[in-house]
């Protein structure tokens, strides 16, 4: 958190070294959270399936246009790249995932509720994440597709294809979720991080990165998961204790 309150701060390579150190350090919060609740062989599942298939889909992604639609990466920004793919990017992608899933299966108990929300949910983070990584010069679009309202630089089909994307994450994590139980170790840690994403993303690109419009769809985005997890748990029946999981 600290390190991302420094990002409307710096500048420049100074800004790259932060983004770089966001991803890492949210990566690292997710595999050791999920180390500790579901041991090192669920983890290394997690890591292959999220940022496995993230990195396909990137690569793909930036050879074909397909899903996301045409983009390329900046070059040299971000550190060794993959057929133009920065290696920090599928680890932004476990960074990013894993808590918008911790966060469904406490709000709901039914699986293909969980898999279609946590795919909405990720598309909602990503609607912070892709306008502020293109202002920033992360990378860049060149479809000639509309985007939504007041974000004309973005095509629509990058949503459709992050739904798409995280709907096959999703699945695949419903099923290896069966392989080794929920341990029920609080979940202080990555709700903290949701929690933060949603509401730290809506301030920041709101009043200190400039993108309003952005901070509004974030807000809305996330909101799907957020609003019912504040909601259990001001009404108690969402615990983060250890006393097993989902709702209550």
Request: glycine letters at 14%; charged letters at 10%; one cysteine or more.
């Amino acid at each position: 958190m600290l390190v991302q309150i420094a990002y409307p701060l710096a500048h420049g390579v100074a800004r790259d070294r932060v983004t770089v150190a966001v991803v890492l350090l949210s990566a690292t919060a997710a595999l050791v959270h999920a180390g500790v609740t579901r041991g090192v062989r669920w983890t290394a599942g997690l890591l292959v399936i999220v940022s496995g298939i993230g990195l396909v889909a990137e690569i793909v992604g930036t050879t074909t246009g397909v899903p996301f639609g045409c983009y390329e990466y900046a070059s040299g920004r971000l550190g060794a790249e993959v057929a133009g793919v920065p290696l920090v990017v599928p680890l932004a992608w476990t960074g990013g995932v894993y808590p918008v899933w911790v966060a469904v299966r406490l709000v709901s108990s039914r699986a293909g509720v969980r898999v279609s929300l946590t795919a909405l949910g990720v598309v909602g983070w990503d609607l912070f994440l892709d306008p502020q990584m293109v202002a920033d010069g992360q990378w860049r679009w060149s479809s000639g597709l509309p985007g939504l309202p007041g974000l004309g630089q973005i095509p629509y089909t990058n949503y459709l294809g992050w739904f798409a994307v995280a709907l096959v994450m999703a699945g695949l994590l419903e099923l290896w979720d069966r392989t080794a139980p929920d341990t029920g170790v609080a979940r202080v840690v990555p709700v903290a991080v949701f929690l933060w994403t949603w509401l730290g993303s809506t301030l920041a690109h709101a009043v200190f990165l400039g993108l309003p419009v952005s901070a509004a769809y974030g807000f809305a985005g996330l909101g799907v998961v957020g609003i019912p997890l504040v909601q259990g748990l001001r009404a108690r029946r969402i615990t983060l204790r250890p006393l097993g999981h989902g709702t209550m």
